[in-house]
């Protein structure tokens, strides 16, 4: 049973010096997210995980990784909710102001 765990996780492979056979750490198919972007990445070959990655995913677009999770920035998230919030407003100023301007030149229209 303990075999056959070993070998879905692990793959032999030469030596560097091509005299043994050693194991090698065998994550083809898992994910892993930069500590530094968060952006996501499928492993493809064999070997160890890449430098400034994880398994674990972050949960919104605004974490940072502190070394050993991550955490929502939330000056960050509150920027853009802020900034959301003043284009959706904008958007209707704007939907409301050609409204405005439609009925004034259809009672111009009208009235004349």
Do not use: C
Request: charge should be negative.
């Amino acid at each position: 049973m303990l075999l056959a765990h070993i070998k879905l996780v692990m793959q032999f492979g030469r030596s560097a010096d091509f005299n043994s056979w050693e194991y090698v750490p065998d994550h083809r198919g898992e994910t892993v997210y930069s500590t530094e972007t968060g952006e996501s990445k499928e492993i493809t070959a064999p070997g160890d995980y890449p430098e400034n990655t994880t398994t674990i995913a972050p949960l919104t677009p605004y974490d940072k990784w502190d070394g050993e999770k991550w955490v929502t920035d939330t000056e960050a998230q509150h920027s853009a909710a802020v900034e959301a919030a003043e284009a959706q407003r904008q958007s209707l100023i704007d939907a409301a102001m050609a409204s405005i301007s439609l009925i004034q030149l259809k009672y111009r229209l009208g009235g004349s």
